[in-house]
Nanobody, 124 residues
Framework: QVQLVESGGGSVQPGGSLKLSCTAS????????MAWFRQVPGKEREGVAA????????AYAAPVKGRFTISRDNTKTTVYLQMNALVPEDTAVYYC?????????????????WGQGTQVTVSS
């Protein structure tokens, strides 16, 4: 079992920044990739960014590329999502996810461990 706990959500004006954190605990040695997803009511959960735990390779969804950065700490059990130049369309519940998969995936079906989610609201 892997537990994921997110923090750092909140409200911000357009153009502002937020940094989300996700800390993994439990059988973390089984994790190969960690990712961030987001979901708005009535829509499917979409992948935002993903990275391997053991190297710096990362993948980003087109809408956030160049604005969001995924990173991890040296313990490799905490992953961050730095979000800059936020726009109202970034408003969503953001979820952390983890998987044993060897692929750098942004597909929800490839992840079997999820956090509880944290709300991000971008509004003037």
């Amino acid at each position: 079992q892997v537990q994921l706990v997110e923090s750092g959500g909140g409200s911000v004006q357009p153009g502002g920044s937020l940094k989300l954190s996700c800390t993994a605990s439990g059988y973390t040695d089984k994790i190969n990739v960690m990712a961030w997803f987001r979901q708005v009511p009535g829509k499917e959960r979409e992948g935002v960014a993903a990275m391997f735990r053991r190297d710096v390779s990362a993948a980003y969804a087109a809408p956030v590329k160049g604005r969001f950065t995924i990173s991890r700490d040296n313990t490799k059990t905490t992953v961050y999502l730095q979000m800059n130049a936020l726009v109202p369309e970034d408003t969503a519940v953001y979820y952390c996810a983890a998987a044993k998969s060897p692929f750098l995936s942004l597909e929800q079906a490839d992840y079997n461990n999820w956090g509880q989610g944290t709300q991000v609201t971008v509004s003037s």
